[in-house]
Structures are given as structure tokens and as C-alpha cells.
């Protein structure tokens, strides 16, 4: 037998002698089929049965050695696998149900349903990826970042987060090549607006950047922050948190009001549609007259009940911004000693940067360049970080 722990063998000995219930005490013909211990006794003849077809097959000797092929694996996990974990909640303890369901009643095929009409239970099970490393990671796949190769080997760094100013539209990498002296040749990125490379100057002006320089700007800004918020994080939590609470608040409010309204008007229109059928009742109402408003009625209170759906989903999707700020404080203050700039590190930090276009002020030549940080936006933006920033300088 395969079994080798003598408890376990203990315990098969005593079940098989076990008596029946109000029958015998002990019993002497082993135990019924679809007894308790029959799986177990089942896998241990199995195992049995096991070991004689490997050796009637797998072991036993051939005329010729065959060559076995062993596959090619580094034991890690492919791409699809990893696709699947990063968009299956249960990984950070939700439950998802509801994904799919049939067309009606008469029609049984199974179709997928949209994300909204999905049924979510959070918190039923104990996670096995962190939450603040899943909202990171669908934060840069809703990013669609490819940076595209180049014939050097290298990718373009900023691929996807330059924005132009003037028109909305991403900058697009460009190579320039230049030939020195000596003969040899160099290549220089930049970045121009999307919409001037497409329609040219009628469409937008050029805006064009160097890599080099974004580089060097985008390191000191973040090292830049990081110190301060070292230095003075509860603080500068209390001011970006206080800052986005106003435009938060507005559209709350906003949102609050026009759900209100158009719950009054559902409310409303419940009441109408219970005095046209007493009206109809009583004869006071023909039924084609009838048939026409009940349709009507029924038309807007579906519209309305979808909008007062879409509003709320709306208020839910704004998130609280103490916890943004704080969360983009902890982050931004590993990098008080960064070094160099990697794709990795502009993804997790940065949403995008606003590119504007070149002034000539009192003769020299200017540029804004607006970075927004993932959680928080343009941190420059608010008057409280460039009053410690003077502080620490």
C-alpha cells in the first residue's frame, strides 16, 4: 500500500472493524460501499494500480533508447498568466459574480455582461495581492504605455505622458541624427506635438523638446519633492488634501443636486401614473388615451432612473484626497536619491506633463512644462508646497 504514516494506517484498522449502529460492536466484513473510508481506500488501490501500468509501460525496457524531450521552461510565469491575475479581483479578496447570463428567459445563451452590471462583494476573503500594488498596476495597463524601439536598442522614455498644451493631442518621439567632425554620428530624441507631425502648422505649432531635457528637469522635480515631503509630509498632505476638497466638494455638490432633482421627478411621475389608472378606472380616461401616457410615463422614469445610476456611480468614482495625497506621498519619498530616470519610475509617479510652447521673454527664450503626478495632478499648482520649497532652499 502506499500509505506509509502509521496513523493514518491506525485509523483505516479501526474503521474497517468498526461496528454498525445498534447492529454489532464490532464488525468483521470490512466496510460498505459509500462508506465513509472508501475514497481513501479507493486512492490507495489506485496508487497500487498506478505503480503496475508504470511498470508495464513507463519503465519497462525498450529495443531502442528513444530520446525523451524535456520542455523548455524557466519555471516563471508566462505573459497570459499574469494577464489573468490583473484582472481577476479575487486576488485582492473581492468576489465577482454575475459576469455573465443569458439573453431572456427564452433565449438561454450565455453572453458577457459589462463591468457596471457585474455583482462585487469586497472583503469576502483574504487577499493575496496588496491593493496599493493592484490599483499601481491597473493604473499603468489603463495607461496603455508601448514605448516604441528604436534601431539603437533604446526605448523613448516618455512615450504616452507628454501632452501639447495648445491642442490635447501626445507628443510624438522623433530622431535626429548629426554627424561630427571626426565622422561620427550621434542621435538626438525629441518630442513634437502629434497634431503638428500629422496636419502640420495650420493644426498646432511644433513644440518641440529634447529628451536630454525632460531627463533632467523631470529628475530634480521629483527628487525636488521627494525631500520636501521627507521634511515636511503631514503638512504638505493637509495642504494638497485641502486644495482638491473645493473642487471636489463642487462636484459632489453638483452631482448631489441633480441626482435630487431627478428623484423628485421619479417620485412624481410614480404619482401621476397612480392617478391615471384611477382615472382610468373610473372611466374618466379611454384606454388609448391611457396606453399613450402609461407608455410616456414609463419612458422617462427608465431614462431617469438610469441617469440617477450614472450619477451615483459618479459620486462613488471620486476618491477621498486625503487618501490620494497621502499615498502619493509615500511613494514620491523613496526617490530623494534617485539617480537615473527609468520607464518603471515615470509610470508609477507620473500621469502625464503638459508641454507649452516656447516665449521669448525680456530675450530669452522660456517654456512651461506642467508635470501632473499620479493621485494628486500639478502639485506646483498650490501656493502651501512652494511655500515649504522656499523653506528647504
Known amino acids: 500500500m502506499g500509505i506509509k504514516d502509521r496513523r493514518v494506517l491506525q485509523i483505516i484498522k479501526a474503521m474497517l472493524k468498526a461496528g454498525v449502529m445498534d447492529e454489532s460492536e464490532v ?13 481513501l481506500l479507493a486512492n490507495a488501490y489506485l496508487d497500487i494500480m498506478d505503480e503496475w501500468i508504470s511498470g508495464q509501460w513507463e519503465n519497462k525496457g525498450t529495443q ?15 505573459a497570459s498568466t499574469i494577464r ?6 479575487a486576488y485582492i479578496g473581492n468576489l465577482i459574480q454575475g459576469k455573465c447570463g443569458s439573453v431572456s428567459y427564452k433565449n438561454h445563451k450565455l453572453v458577457s455582461k459589462p463591468k457596471e452590471e457585474w455583482i462585487r462583494c469586497d472583503g469576502t476573503h483574504e487577499p493575496i495581492v496588496d491593493r496599493e500594488l493592484w490599483d499601481q498596476v491597473q493604473a ?3 495607461k496603455n504605455y508601448a514605448p516604441h524601439k528604436r534601431a539603437d536598442g533604446k526605448r523613448n522614455l516618455f512615450t504616452g505622458l507628454l501632452v501639447c498644451s495648445d491642442c490635447g493631442f501626445k507628443m510624438k518621439a522623433n530622431v535626429e541624427r548629426a554627424t561630427h567632425k571626426d565622422g561620427t554620428e550621434v542621435r538626438y530624441v525629441s518630442y513634437i506635438c502629434g497634431n503638428y507631425s500629422r496636419s502640420g502648422k495650420s493644426a498646432c505649432n511644433c513644440h518641440s523638446i529634447y529628451e536630454n531635457a525632460l531627463v533632467t528637469l523631470v529628475l530634480d522635480h521629483i527628487r525636488t519633492h521627494a525631500k520636501l515631503v521627507e521634511c515636511h509630509e503631514d503638512a504638505i498632505i493637509d495642504a494638497l488634501a485641502s486644495a482638491q476638497e473645493s473642487e471636489t466638494l463642487s462636484c459632489r455638490a453638483a452631482y448631489r443636486g441633480e441626482i435630487d432633482a431627478q428623484r423628485k421627478r421619479i417620485v412624481k411621475l410614480d404619482a401621476l401614473v397612480d392617478s391615471l389608472y384611477e382615472d382610468r378606472v373610473s372611466g374618466l380616461v379611454p384606454e388609448s388615451m391611457f396606453k399613450r401616457q402609461i407608455e410616456k410615463f ?18 462613488r468614482s471620486i476618491k477621498q484626497n486625503a487618501d ?8 514620491i519619498k523613496r526617490y530623494t ?9 515615470l509610470l508609477l509617479l507620473i500621469d502625464k506633463i503638459t ?21 494628486v495632478g500639478d502639485v506646483d499648482a498650490l501656493g502651501e508646497v512652494g511655500v515649504y520649497e522656499r523653506q528647504a532652499v
Open 27 to 39: 464488525n468483521e466484513e470490512g466496510t460498505p460501499q459509500g462508506g465513509l473510508i472508501s475514497p
Open 140 to 142: 499603468l495597463t489603463a
Open 324 to 331: 490620494n495625497a497621502a499615498t502619493w506621498a509615500r511613494l
Open 298 to 315: 414609463e419612458k422617462e422614469r427608465v431614462d431617469r432612473l438610469q441617469s440617477v445610476d450614472a450619477l451615483e456611480k459618479r459620486v
Open 337 to 345: 536619491q534617485l539617480e537615473d530616470l527609468d520607464a518603471e519610475t
Open 84 to 89: 489573468v491575475i490583473i484582472n481577476n479581483e
Open 355 to 375: 508641454i507649452c510652447d516656447v516665449q521669448v521673454i525680456d530675450g530669452k527664450r522660456v517654456r512651461d512644462i506642467k508635470i501632473h503626478y499620479n493621485y
Open 64 to 78: 531502442y533508447p528513444y530520446k525523451q524531450t524535456q520542455s523548455k521552461t524557466n519555471g516563471l510565469w508566462n
